[in-house]
């Protein structure tokens, strides 16, 4: 069975956009991936079909209804209750390549994409969707954080990558550590006048793996100094 990306959204036409190209589309295409979405609007209540209204309490913007939102869902998880839900949201736990690995173990995902101040806290309560935040910043919806969560876990599912398979070796990959990844060089040999370092070239294994792995350190150390706190104590 193919991975299954469920998205409901008030703008379902934004998928699979980006992730409709290169290897992810080439992916999709082969049915190694499918996408399904789902039109929030489908499920809006009264006869103009409202999806949202004016938060309880006063404040500015809009909050997606709890009903809508439910039934919306509800449509969605008849048949695939086994499915992570996520909700895209800056109150979310952060999102990482730990979570990447654990969801491109299962069979899909389903999110729900908000667009507006935030969701009836009723909904959240009722039915415990996993809030999920890319960063510390506001986007306008969950849409583009579904996408980039998304890409970083399909790319995870064997076969998406196809040959160009390199899940393991890469920042943040336990295979690595936890560290970013070392320099990487290709041709020209030079370049403005600067030359790939004659070690990487060089043909000896060992030399090369020992220099990677001490270029990954001194990255780790200068730019994520959290990253380095978490690798050394590890080490402990
Ligand atoms: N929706 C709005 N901002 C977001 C963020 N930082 N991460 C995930 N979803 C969001």
Known sequence: MSFAAHIISAYPDMFPGPLGESLHGRALADGLWRIETHDLRNFGAGKHKNIDDTPAGGGPGMVLRADVAAAALDSVTTGHDDLPVILPSPRGVPFGQTLAHEWAQGDGLIFLCNRFEGVDERFIAARQPLEVSLGDYVLA????????????????????????????????????????????????????????????????HEKLAAWRRAQAETLTQSRRPDLWADFVKRKK
């Open 141 to 204: 919806g969950g849409e583009l954080a579904a996408m980039v969560m998304l890409e970083a876990t399909l790319r995870l599912v064997p076969g998406v990558m196809g040959k160009l398979e390199s899940g393991t070796d890469e920042s943040f990959s336990p295979a690595n550590d936890g560290l970013l990844e070392y320099p990487q060089f290709t041709r020209p040999q030079s370049f403005e006048g600067r030359d790939i370092p004659d070690l990487v070239t060089s043909g000896d």
